[in-house]
């Protein structure tokens, strides 16, 4: 993670010197276009980048700490884990706990819906589900596909 925060700050860093690098070509030459204000502005342009790129980086790098974490917790939550380090008892809310391949099965399935939606075939949701076979013949649910 510090990785990420020295590449951003340096690469911010760098975009802000050669604005001033922009402004004092622009101011040496009196606002005139020269070779220096030229070769100036495409620093500038390519500093730019690299922040952009470097912004888009750490943002990649916090979406995925935020959808492991939410993941971890799902995981615990739905397994009983949390409940049971919270209050010492397997589960708080009275349901059973999930197991955590039964919970992965859940969320392959979910994302395989929403693929199909997006692609807007609706037809093929139902066709899926219908030749799919039973995530677990203990859960009367996925039973009755």
Avoid at 29 to 55: D, H, I, M, Y
Avoid at 108 to 126: C, D, F, I, P, T
Wanted: glycine share 8%; aromatic share 6%.
């Amino acid at each position: 993670m510090e990785s990420s925060i020295d590449a951003l700050s340096s690469a911010y860093q760098e975009f802000v010197a050669a604005a001033a690098g922009v402004l004092e070509a622009k101011e040496l030459s009196g606002g005139q276009k020269t070779p220096e204000t030229e070769a100036a502005l495409e620093n500038f342009k390519q500093r730019w980048e690299l922040f952009r790129v470097s912004c888009d980086q750490a943002e990649e790098f916090v979406e995925s700490v935020k959808q492991r974490i939410g993941s971890e917790c799902l995981v615990d939550e739905a397994t009983g884990m949390a409940s049971a380090t919270k209050s010492g008892q397997a589960s708080s809310n009275g349901l059973p706990p999930i197991s955590a391949v039964r919970l992965e099965q859940m969320s392959k399935a979910v994302r395989w819906l929403v693929l199909e939606l997006q692609h807007g075939s609706g037809g093929g949701v139902a066709s899926h589900s219908q030749h799919s076979a039973p995530f677990d013949a203990r859960f009367s649910e996925d039973a009755a596909q």
